[in-house]
T-cell receptor
Framework: GAVVSQHPSWVICKSGTSVKIECRSL??????MFWYRQFPKQSLMLMAT?????????EQGVEKDKFLINHASLTLSTLTVTSAHPEDSSFYIC????????????FGPGTRLTVL | QKEVEQDPGPLSVPEGAIVSLNCTYS??????FMWYRQYSRKGPELLMY????GNKEDGRFTAQVDKSSKYISLFIRDSQPSDSATYLC?????????????FGTGTRLQVTL
């Protein structure tokens, strides 16, 4: 099956710092990648959708200047949480789809962010 | 009303039982239906994927879609303790502007020895 990796798997940072999370599709090219956020015992909340080579589309209520997304290649997307605060502490999960016509979405293992 | 409704559980069953997990939805445009399994502190893993109405079987798992009732189910036969996880239903419409998945809240399943 299609494999998606994320790095780092967990990160602890001080308030005010920026954190970058990488998402890679290991054995396929992902035309579209998605970034989700999940709070404990809650479902996934879509933050943004990114297509390779174009700007990300953010969901309502998600600050695009705070959550910077770059989808520079067909196998790599990054999410940078800028000036992180304790309320940004969450589980961030990326997902990738092979092509718009393919409907399966494959998820990464997630990154747990704790902001002190 | 949420677009996708799913009982959060927890659902506790003995080992070997047949498990039935369900979701209802309100958007008749949904065409693609998926079930994901998520272990604690891990990303969701795709279990089953179906298009439109019908059944699909894969090992101990059977997915059913009834579009007329806007109701989907996942059955797990001969449940094992390793099946203990949160099960998320997800669905997507067949239009370019609605190309994102809509998730249920997830049902937490506990299979006991």
């Amino acid at each position: 099956g299609a494999v998606v990796s994320q790095h780092p798997s967990w990160v602890i940072c001080k308030s005010g710092t920026s954190v970058k999370i990488e998402c890679r599709s290991l054995d396929f090219q992902a035309t579209t990648m998605f970034w989700y956020r999940q709070f404990p015992k809650q479902s996934l909340m879509l933050m943004a959708t990114s297509n390779e080579g174009s700007k990300a589309t953010y969901e309502q209520g998600v600050e695009k200047d705070k959550f910077l997304i770059n989808h520079a290649s067909l196998t790599l997307s990054t999410l940078t949480v800028t000036s992180a605060h304790p309320e940004d502490s969450s589980f961030y999960i990326c997902s990738a789809r092979i092509a718009p016509s393919r409907n399966e979405q494959f998820f990464g293992p997630g990154t747990r962010l704790t902001v002190l | 009303q949420k677009e996708v409704e799913q009982d959060p559980g927890p659902l506790s069953v003995p080992e070997g039982a047949i498990v039935s997990l369900n979701c209802t939805y309100s958007n008749s445009a949904f065409q693609y239906f998926m079930w994901y399994r998520q272990y604690s502190r891990k990303g969701p893993e795709l279990l089953m994927y179906t298009y439109s109405s019908g059944n699909k079987e894969d090992g101990r798992f059977t997915a059913q879609v009834d579009k007329s009732s806007k109701y989907i189910s996942l059955f797990i036969r001969d449940s094992q303790p390793s099946d203990s996880a949160t099960y998320l239903c997800a669905m997507r419409a067949n239009t370019g502007t609605a190309s994102k998945l809509t998730f249920g809240t997830g049902t937490r399943l506990q299979v006991t020895l």
